[in-house]
Structures are given as C-alpha cells and as structure tokens.
C-alpha cells in the first residue's frame, strides 16, 4: 500500500510544496521519534502564517513579506531566505553542524530523535513569532 500510496503522492498535483520536502515518504512513514505540532504542520503544508496563503484564501491584501518586503512571503521564503530569521537559522545551522536548505530539512531532521526536536523548535519559534505579528497587525492595523 506505501508504494501505490507513493505513486500517487507523486503524481499529484496537490501538496507540491510538502512533496518537495517529503519526495519519499517511505523514510517519513517509518520514522520512529518525531511527533508533528501545530506549527510543524503549518510549515510542512505551506497552509499558515504566510501571507501568500493568508492572501489566497483572502485575508490579506498583498501576499508580501511583513519583514522584508519580499513580493512573497511562503513556507520557502520564511524558513530559508527571509532575513528576519537569519540569526535563528544561523544558529540552528551552527547547532547542527551543517547548512539547513530545502532538501536536506526532512532528511536532517529524520536522521536523529535529537535533530527532529532541534528542528521541530526552530520552526515552532519561527511560526509563534509570525503569529504574534500578525495579531498584532489584526488589532492594530497599519
């Protein structure tokens, strides 16, 4: 079933943005450790605290970047390129000894117990921040 499960996964035309994390879901599906929350989910779906999706299901005017002014702001700009962040990925970088990027997230974060929650707590650092600033915006806005 995990390979007829597979081959849909990957011609489908939905969830490119996890596909592109999760490619295999094999090693994702077979995991020991490694518990998804909230904000996990949120950043591995793209469905969150972006204002691209904020913007596309019509709660934000402008998909932009609230930090940076980026034309777009998705799970792929705030994880790996927004500077508003740099010092969180710089040390989570440090922390685990290696450059953090798009495909290697997944992979880093399913080779240890210890690097899942590493991880795990840098996004949910991340997302709690956005969410903050954006009640903020909500109950006073610009």
Same mark, same amino acid.
């Given at each position: 079933i +995990?390979? +007829?499960w597979q081959a849909r996964w990957e011609a489908s035309s939905k969830g490119r943005w996890t596909f592109q994390l999760i490619p295999d879901l094999r090693p994702w599906s077979r995991r020991t450790f490694g518990e998804t929350n909230f904000h996990l989910t949120q950043a591995l779906s793209g469905h969150g605290c972006f204002s691209s999706y904020l913007h596309s299901i019509g709660k934000l005017v402008s998909p932009?970047?609230?930090y940076c002014n980026a034309p777009t702001d998705d799970a792929h700009h705030t994880l790996f390129i927004c500077d508003a962040w740099h010092s969180r990925q710089s040390r989570l970088n440090t922390i685990l000894g290696r450059d953090i990027s798009l495909p290697t997230l997944v992979p880093v974060?399913?080779?240890?117990?210890e690097n899942w929650i590493i991880v795990s707590q840098f996004i949910t650092e991340?997302?709690?921040?956005?969410?903050?600033?954006?009640r903020r915006r909500q109950a006073y806005p610009p």
């Open positions: +995990l390979n +007829l932009a970047c609230w974060m399913l080779q240890s117990r991340v997302m709690k921040s956005k969410e903050s600033e954006e």
